[in-house]
């Protein structure tokens, strides 16, 4: 797992302090001392919020007491405020890996501090939660610490963490202090190394921000937007009669219909769609958008099944509070975005996700698709981590031999229609065969969710298409079927009457 945030969970006199400042000495780190307990209250405020729900059937009704609840998006207002926590209490600093808190204010009773935990895993998603305590007999006696009560707090951060291994971590105070080298495995688990330089974004020296050049919008720090051009993907939040009510309810109508019609064939389905960049990082925009939320992901989430369509907008503005997670000069997320999506795509089919290994290659300066719209041309230090380890590629079509030979080469790629088929043999590899329609958010080669799927299940075929093969899915008899595409592109509605070019050797 790749943790983005660290937060130091201790009581008082437990050793918080000093482990706070030997990870601050750890490069790309930054985790800052006690808030007062500020997000345990917003902790209880979300369950307030959310608790409200329950009477939100008789909401309608203006003289109703509860009127109105209906109608609260809970969920963005939590993760707008998590997400100012991060960027104007937190502050961490450009460059930085890893973020978080330490704080000793855990007395509560048992169940509210449960609940905060849940909160802290959560709304930051790739949090490592590590308790830091003490023995309660050696505890300084300046303060009048309750003893009594830190014995059962320590006892409730047992049980968490038992509860929740892979998001937590134990350390006992007298078991390091003095051998600061014990706290290797606290270090691994987090991915760091001692005295890692770390690595430095290249000044921005391209145009100002507000700059519409090529259809390419430039943001603030250097964060570089598709605007318009054969998408306008710009007109879906400054134009209210682009994307419409009808344009919507024909996506919901789309996707209930794949849902019976894959079911029927012994299928389940599940529909992804890739917000756009401008949707999760629209606070990076240089102007004020009319309609923020008219794009395509909001419309389409309020008219169908979230079981099924997943709605991962809040997850990636949680996301970017601790790294980026699309590329600041291309149009696609990088492997933490996808990594989140992939997540909660895991979560709901009730699957375990697989732990990628992260920062495996240095990253490097490189002209991407929206940084090559620009004449001096602007690159970016980035990098793309491969996924596949224990999958491998057993069947492809032409075209991906195609590309892969020559197209990529000479600036000549074909992508619609691409064809490639994985098998894994790991025992830990799921049973099942998923069928993955998609595009280049989810692509052929081994660093995207394609990738990630592979390395998930058993056999895995990716068709580069945004509309479906019924045919091909009743060929392979999948027990998945996933389709994802970019918001970008959902303006215009698939027919569904895509044949995949079945020609391999």
Request: charged letters at 20%; proline letters at 8%; glycine letters at 6%.
């Amino acid at each position: 797992m790749t943790y983005t945030y660290a937060f130091i969970i201790s009581h008082m006199h437990g050793g918080a302090g000093p482990l706070q400042e030997y990870l601050n000495r750890q490069s790309g780190t930054c985790i800052r001392g006690a808030n007062a307990g500020a997000l345990f209250s917003l902790s209880r405020m979300a369950a307030n919020l959310q608790a409200s729900q329950r009477f939100a059937d008789t909401a309608a009704a203006s003289g109703s007491p509860w009127h109105g609840a209906d109608r609260m998006q809970i969920e963005e207002f939590i993760a707008q405020t998590v997400s100012g926590f991060v960027h104007h209490v937190l502050t961490p600093p450009t460059g930085t890996r890893l973020t978080g808190f330490s704080e000793t204010r855990h007395l509560m009773p048992e169940p509210q501090l449960f609940e905060y935990l849940d909160f802290l895993r959560t709304y930051f998603p790739g949090a490592l939660l590590i308790f830091q305590t003490r023995d309660p007999d050696d505890l300084p006696a300046d303060g009048n610490p309750d003893i009594s009560a830190i014995r059962r707090a320590q006892a409730s951060f047992r049980s968490y963490a038992e509860q929740h291994p892979q998001s937590c971590i134990s350390l006992q105070h007298e078991e390091w202090a003095g051998n600061p080298d014990r706290l290797q495995p606290l270090l691994a688990k987090l991915g760091l190394t001692a005295d890692t330089p770390p690595e430095q974004a290249p000044a921005w020296n391209g145009p100002p921000p507000g700059t519409v050049e090529n259809g390419v919008m430039v943001g603030k720090d250097g964060w570089l937007f598709l605007w318009s051009g054969s998408n306008d993907v710009h007109r879906y939040y400054t134009d209210s009669g682009y994307f419409t009510d009808r344009d919507a309810q024909d996506w919901a109508d789309l996707l209930n219909t794949r849902r019976t019609r894959i079911a029927a064939l012994g299928a389940t389905y599940r529909h992804l769609t890739v917000p756009d960049k401008i949707s999760v990082y629209r606070d990076h925009l240089p102007r004020s958008l009319p309609h923020p939320d008219r794009h395509p992901v909001r419309q389409i989430a309020a008219l169908v099944d979230a079981h099924f369509n997943l709605d991962i907008l809040n997850d990636l503005r949680r996301g970017t509070a601790a790294q980026p997670i699309f590329y600041k000069t291309d149009t696609h997320w990088n492997h933490e975005g996808c990594l989140i999506a992939y997540q909660r795509l895991c979560a709901s089919l009730d699957v375990t996700p697989q732990v990628f290994p992260t920062h495996s290659r240095p990253a490097r300066e490189m002209v991407l698709d929206l940084g090559n719209k620009f004449q001096p041309p602007i690159q970016e230090n980035a990098r793309f981590l491969p996924v596949l380890r224990h999958a491998r590629r057993v069947g492809d079509n032409e075209m991906v031999r195609y590309n892969e030979a020559e197209g990529f080469a000479k600036g000549t790629p074909r992508f619609v229609g691409c064809h490639i088929r994985t098998l894994n043999e790991s025992p830990t590899a799921r049973p099942e065969t998923v069928v993955l329609f998609g595009d280049s958010f989810s692509e052929f080669r081994p660093h995207l969710l394609t990738a990630m799927l592979a390395e998930t299940y058993r056999e895995v075929h990716f068709v580069w298409s945004t509309s479906l093969d019924y045919d091909f899915i009743a060929r392979i008899r999948p027990q998945i079927v996933i389709t994802e595409i970019a918001e970008r592109f959902v303006k215009k509605l698939p027919i569904d009457d895509f044949h995949v070019p079945m020609d391999e050797p």
